[in-house]
């Protein structure tokens, strides 16, 4: 089992030891989107979602939610994080979220820039699925992250 981080000698999941590493200024970017009909993508520009603020819900979810991976995926480090902005752009056929995490620490923020997106998305499914339900969410991925020992990298 040697060469995968997350399995001890004796095949038993573990938790990295980061212990030993450096900590840096680390920064992760992800972005998702949310597919909707033209009426929903109107209704929620509008404000006439019953739900109420659909955008802002979803942002606040979003954030939230960076702050709470180490609570969520198993073997994540928690982390403190420096900071978490989520755009949330709304066209005609959905929206698109990016978010963009920060922290001075001895791991990255890749799976908070994730999960602050995921749980955004899904926050907007929540809040319009009386609009539609055909809504799909998809093309969850890392953009970019930067900082650690392996440095940076960008999607292409």
Avoid: F, N, Q
């Amino acid at each position: 089992m040697s060469g995968l981080t997350h399995i001890g000698e004796d095949g038993a999941a573990r938790m990295v030891d980061v212990s030993g590493k450096a900590r840096s200024a680390r920064e992760a970017t992800a972005t998702g989107r949310i597919e909707m009909t033209r009426e929903t993508a109107a209704g929620i520009r509008a404000g006439d979602v019953a739900k109420g603020d659909v955008l802002g819900v979803a942002r606040i979810a979003g954030i939230m939610a960076a702050k709470k991976t180490g609570d969520l995926i198993p073997l994540c480090h928690p982390l403190p994080l420096s900071g978490v902005t989520l755009d949330l752009a709304l066209d005609d056929g959905g929206v698109t979220a990016t978010a963009t995490v920060r922290t001075t620490h001895e791991t990255g923020v890749e799976m908070e820039a994730l999960i602050a997106v995921s749980v955004a998305l899904l926050t907007i499914y929540d809040m319009a699925k009386a609009l539609d339900r055909g809504m799909t969410i998809g093309g969850v991925r890392l953009l970019a992250k930067s900082g650690g020992r392996s440095g940076d990298w960008r999607a292409d």
